[in-house]
């Protein structure tokens, strides 16, 4: 019902940029936050940064001053724009939801993107 689509991920060396999209698409009524997880080999899956539908923002510790995220409620779009990239922030990237849709609202679930690989190697 619900699908988000990732796209934006690739190889970058480190101290580049890269911007990754999130589109949100079915039978939605409203979306609340927004966000995107990282998960590295071998590690958990962890909160990079999440944003809700008013814009207030949360981020990881490690992230902060070269991450942004922003999002497009009329294109229900969450966007990351990540400046200086470091090796360590090598990882397959996940944009989550929390969407009600025609049929479950109010009730909202959590839906997942499919993941981006960032790679960030000279």
């Known amino acids: 019902q619900v699908q988000l689509v990732e796209s934006g991920g690739g190889l970058v060396q480190p101290g580049g940029s890269l911007r990754l999209s999130c589109a949100a698409s079915?039978?939605?009524?409203?979306?609340?936050?927004m966000g995107w997880y990282r998960q590295a080999p071998g590690k958990q899956r962890e909160l990079v940064a999440a944003?809700?539908?008013?814009?207030?923002?949360n981020y990881a510790d490690s992230v902060k001053g070269r991450f942004t995220i922003s999002r497009d409620n009329a294109k229900n779009t969450v966007y990351l724009q990540m400046n200086s990239l470091k090796p360590e922030d090598t990882a397959v990237y996940y944009c989550?939801?929390?969407?009600?849709?025609?049929?479950?609202?109010?009730?909202?679930?959590?839906?997942w993107g499919q993941g981006t690989q960032v790679t960030v190697s000279s």
């Open positions: 079915g039978s939605i009524f409203s979306i609340n936050a």
């Open positions: 944003i809700t539908s008013g814009g207030s923002t």
């Open positions: 989550n939801a929390g969407v009600a849709t025609m049929v479950d609202w109010p009730y909202e679930y959590d839906y």
